[in-house]
């Protein structure tokens, strides 16, 4: 009976086997013709191209790459990679497009193109930061949008009421965070800086502008409610108003009277944004290699570090990398009428030509400051990245 | 035996101790998409990357120029060139190979666009790891789609902006 038992699972796992060694990976497909590259680098040379509708399977997703594979590949095995994409290139194969690929379709053939009106799926890359302004969620950034947070910048005794008459509740030593609402007739509420809730009720107490904001603050005017608490120039972190006009001040009750210090919860309730930070510089490099220039061109003294050629849609580019010896940023003409004349030595027929230029401070194996692209004519275009200044002797 | 029964209560104890102490793992918050945003280099990077789209088109529009050029004067010609089949077909081919152009420009500018943040996101990551081992923030996680809700003290984004404007423009330690 148990024998039976055993070979029946047995025989089942034999069974789902091929499924389950299926079950790895996402069959994929490009959103747009795309390098199938031998390794993960925009600079590893191009086996081939993905092309729209092009089913394949993707797995191994490291530094934004995907490890690609043909469809029907059973076993999970990056050796067994035909290539690698970039993640943001892909798009999962649709449902009724991906069951016959799986079987049939092989790399180098395009598929039929998905159907024109089928809805777009989600992007499969991670989420990556965009460089266009996107606005982050509100929920983020203004989590308590209300009235401002602000250390003290002296000594404060609280009132039972807006009235240096009302008494004492509790002192706050110069420093302490608070939040500060509700401004009428000269006087604020206080709460604490943790506090979600707009809510005179959960006041710690008044305080007399001036103790706030210092002796420049505005005179103690009546304010329309829906002003009281308009962000300040000085406010630490300011805050938008709700739309909730705030309950009168007479309706709210006094807090028991606590400790004259602040409890340590409130202490350790400083934002995160306000305390001091000090780091070490991300631009400083550990092992940098500083190259000397022993050539001169166009007024230039420079070093070439690298000369590479590849090929790229069928045509042969040259790539030169070229260190700028200088101490002074030199302008935008200068260097591209420096890299022409790289070219200008450098140049074959038939061949585009791209000029690297690297400044010192720089990560000389990582992004160019300038490019210029030429072909047989000439320069076809040519641009520099300012970002790469910051943190280096240029930077302003 | 008694021995062994207190040994395993102390362990037990000391287990039930450690738990918590475990659990106080402090969890921050970055925000990247603020970082690119509203720090000097992620503009300096936004900037960068408008002027590289600006190239991209200036060169396609010099091409488009020659094209349609091109294309008028096959047009005046036409009827009298007796080469105006083989041009036509050029000029077709011509307008093939801009479109693939088009395309090819497109692309370049979406790689631009993630070499600059890349390059941006990873000196903030090399600021945020030291605010986080300063401040003893065992976790921070920077995927605000994950999040519900983050106190504004577990919030480093605006540290690390403000850490990273301050390195972007001190100058490099001489070399010796």
Redesign the interface.
């Known amino acids: 009976m148990i024998r039976a038992a055993l070979r029946a699972a047995l025989l089942a796992l034999l069974l789902a086997a091929p499924a389950l060694a299926q079950e790895w990976g996402e069959l994929a497909t490009p959103a747009s013709p795309v390098n199938l590259r031998q390794a993960r680098d925009l600079k590893s040379a191009s086996r081939d191209v993905l092309m729209p509708g092009e089913i394949v399977r993707v797995d191994f997703l490291e530094d934004g790459w995907y490890a690609v594979f043909r469809p029907n590949i059973k076993v999970r095995d990056e050796s067994k990679a035909i290539g690698y994409v970039r993640a943001g290139f892909m798009r999962p194969a649709p449902a009724k497009a991906a069951a016959p690929a799986a079987k049939t379709a092989p790399v180098s053939t395009p598929a039929v193109p998905a159907p024109a009106k089928a809805v777009p799926p989600p992007a499969m890359a991670p989420r990556e930061p965009r460089l266009e302004p996107v606005a982050p969620p509100a929920a983020l950034t203004q989590p308590q949008a209300w009235g401002r947070v602000l250390s003290l910048k002296q000594r404060v005794d609280l009132s039972r009421r807006p009235s240096k008459y009302a008494g004492q509740v509790r002192s706050l030593e110069a420093g302490a965070w608070v939040r500060v609402d509700f401004l009428d007739q000269g006087w604020y509420a206080v709460f604490s800086p943790e506090e979600p809730v707009r809510d005179l009720a959960k006041a710690w107490g008044y305080a007399p502008a001036e103790a706030i904001d210092g002796p420049s603050a505005a005179p103690a005017a009546p304010q329309p409610a829906a002003e009281a608490s308009e962000p300040e120039p000085e406010s630490e972190t300011p805050a938008p108003l709700p739309a909730a006009a705030p309950p009168a001040a007479s309706a709210a009750p006094a807090p028991a009277a606590p400790a004259m210090s602040l409890p340590p919860k409130v202490q350790a309730a400083v934002p995160a944004s306000a305390r001091p930070v000090t780091v070490a510089s991300p631009f400083v490099q550990r092992n940098p290699e500083i190259p000397v220039g022993d050539k001169t061109l166009h007024g230039f003294r420079y070093a070439v570090l690298d000369t590479d050629e590849e090929q790229g849609n069928g045509v042969s580019v040259i790539e030169v990398k070229v260190y700028l010896d200088v101490t002074v940023l030199p302008e935008r003409e200068a260097i591209r009428d420096f890299a022409t004349s790289v070219w200008r030595e450098k140049r074959q027929g038939g061949r585009e030509l791209v000029v690297d230029v690297f400044l010192p401070d720089t990560d000389l194996k990582g992004l160019p400051y300038a490019v210029g692209r030429f072909d047989d004519s000439g320069l076809q275009e040519f641009f520099t990245r300012r970002t790469l200044l910051f943190g280096t002797r240029f930077a302003r | 035996m008694s021995r062994c029964f207190a040994a395993l209560a102390a362990l037990i104890c000391l287990a039930a101790l450690a738990v918590p102490a475990r659990a106080e793992g402090k969890v921050?918050?970055l925000?990247?998409?603020?970082?690119?945003?509203e720090s000097?280099?992620?503009k300096?990077?936004?900037?960068?990357?408008a002027?590289?789209a600006q190239?991209?088109d200036?060169?396609l529009r010099t091409r488009t120029q020659e094209i349609q050029a091109e294309q008028k004067k096959l047009q005046e010609t036409a009827a009298t060139d007796p080469d105006a089949p083989r041009k036509q077909e050029a000029l077709r081919l011509k307008y093939q190979q801009q479109d693939r152009l088009i395309?090819?420009s497109n692309?370049e500018i979406?790689?631009e666009?993630?070499?600059?943040?890349r390059?941006?996101?990873?000196?903030?990551?090399?600021?945020m790891k030291?605010?986080a081992a300063?401040?003893g923030f065992t976790i921070i996680l920077t995927?605000?789609?994950a999040?519900?809700?983050?106190?504004?003290?577990?919030?480093?984004?605006?540290?690390v902006i403000?850490?990273?404007d301050q390195?972007?423009?001190?100058?490099?330690?001489k070399?010796k």
């Open positions: 921050g918050f925000h990247p998409q603020r970082v690119l945003n000097k280099i992620g300096a990077a936004q900037e960068d990357l002027r590289f190239e991209k200036r060169v395309q090819e692309e979406r790689m666009e993630q070499r600059l943040a390059y941006v996101m990873q000196k903030a990551d090399a600021v030291q605010i300063q401040q995927d605000p789609e999040i519900g809700y983050i106190d504004a003290s577990a919030d480093i984004t605006d540290q403000r850490a990273l390195a972007s423009v001190a100058p490099p330690p070399k």
